[in-house]
């Protein structure tokens, strides 16, 4: 549910907007349905460390450092989130 609040209530925000478009590639893993869910599941846990939905990684793409994570949150604490990030 959280996961559906984000793509309708965060993301399109003009604050997060800012953000994403000219400064990071999105990446989603849709761990949602029945076909190979231990394998994704998997992924998700290689990839962020748990398998909490929504979870966000920021990840630099030249050293694969974890540069922020963390669940749900609001627009504007995600905005916060991805310049926090990028700093």
């Known amino acids: 549910m959280n996961c559906r609040k984000m793509e309708k209530f965060t993301f399109p925000s003009a604050a997060v907007a800012a953000e994403l478009v000219p400064n990071f590639v999105e990446a989603r893993l ?25 979870y966000y990684v920021v990840v630099d793409p030249a050293t694969g450092e974890r540069l ?18 990028r700093s």
């Not at 231990?38 to 990839?47: A, E, K, N, P, S």
């Not at 627009?75 to 990030?85: H, I, N, V, W």
């Open 30 to 54: 849709h761990t949602d349905g029945r076909v190979n869910i231990d394998r994704i599941q998997g992924l998700q846990r290689d990839l962020a460390g748990t398998v909490a939905n929504p």
């Open 68 to 85: 922020g994570e963390g669940p749900y949150m609001s627009a504007q604490k995600f905005a916060q989130f991805l310049q926090d990030a």
